[in-house]
């Protein structure tokens, strides 16, 4: 396919011991060892707070990164169409609801159902920002992310218009830790545009090839954080938005695919 090119207005982030992107490029610099550093803790200031206290921490995550890209990029929330992907969505609420499921089924709580669907941190950002604008959930296992943010992309193009682009996944607990290798929790968030602005911060230019080839070497001190989480695959991603030259690199986007990006100024 033509290369496509998205321009980044807008960076949210969470990661155990960074709660936003200014913190988070000293650590992508190699400025700031993040494992001294204790977790921080996830706002989500615009859930309600009632929303808050029954949000699951995958909701809580997605929803904090993207308001933070939202409020960086001087968008709107309210009028952004927006893309959420997760490779596993809320694990400790499949466990949870396994767990009752095999020993108190007529104890299932509907308010953790309704916590289990993929779509469940989409749903809660477009409540809570008031935004009618197209929204869509996206999984695709380790290609979660390079999904997402070619589905946001496009979408910017094809629409002519600003797309936040999410994601995140937390961490396995209960019986899914022997099955699913996420360790700890990570997310963050884009707000694309389809052609340059005032907020622009960088741009990528964007190919998805039928090549099986794609990974991008992680710097050491981030190995670690890269391997707790299928979304931290996106790191070597924001290490060149952190402030490195101009390069290009390669993110896996699924089975016989890859997604070449070219980060520029």
Do not use: K
């Amino acid at each position: 396919m033509e290369h496509l090119v998205a321009y980044i207005d807008g960076i949210g982030w969470w990661s155990p011991g960074n709660a936003d992107w200014d913190s988070a490029r000293q650590l992508l610099r190699g400025e700031d060892p993040h494992e001294d550093s204790p977790a921080p803790a996830v706002v989500a200031a615009v859930l309600a707070p009632n929303e808050r206290r029954r949000a699951p921490e995958s909701v809580r995550l997605a929803c904090d990164v993207a308001a933070q890209a939202c409020s960086m990029a001087g968008c709107e929330p309210s009028r952004l169409p927006c893309v959420f992907a997760s490779a596993l969505g809320d694990v400790a609420t499949t466990d949870a609801i396994c767990a009752t499921l095999a020993s108190e089924p007529l104890q299932m709580s509907p308010t953790r159902f309704h916590n289990s669907v993929h779509n469940a941190a989409v749903g809660y950002w477009t409540i809570a920002a008031q935004c009618r604008a197209p929204s869509s959930a996206i999984a695709a296992a380790d290609g979660s992310f390079a999904a997402g943010l070619l589905e946001a992309t496009v979408q910017a193009h094809a629409d002519a218009t600003p797309v936040l682009f999410a994601a995140y996944d937390i961490a396995a607990s209960g019986a899914l830790v022997d099955v699913v290798d996420n360790s700890a929790p990570f997310a963050t968030a884009l707000v694309i545009r389809h052609e340059r602005g005032p907020h622009t911060r960088a741009s990528l230019h964007l190919r998805h090839t039928a090549d099986a080839s794609g990974s991008s070497a992680v710097a050491p001190a981030l190995a670690e954080l890269a391997a707790t989480n299928h979304i931290a695959a996106a790191l070597p991603l924001f290490a060149a938005l952190a402030g490195a030259p101009p390069m290009t690199l390669a993110l896996y986007s699924g089975v016989g695919s890859t997604l070449s990006i070219e980060v520029r100024a």
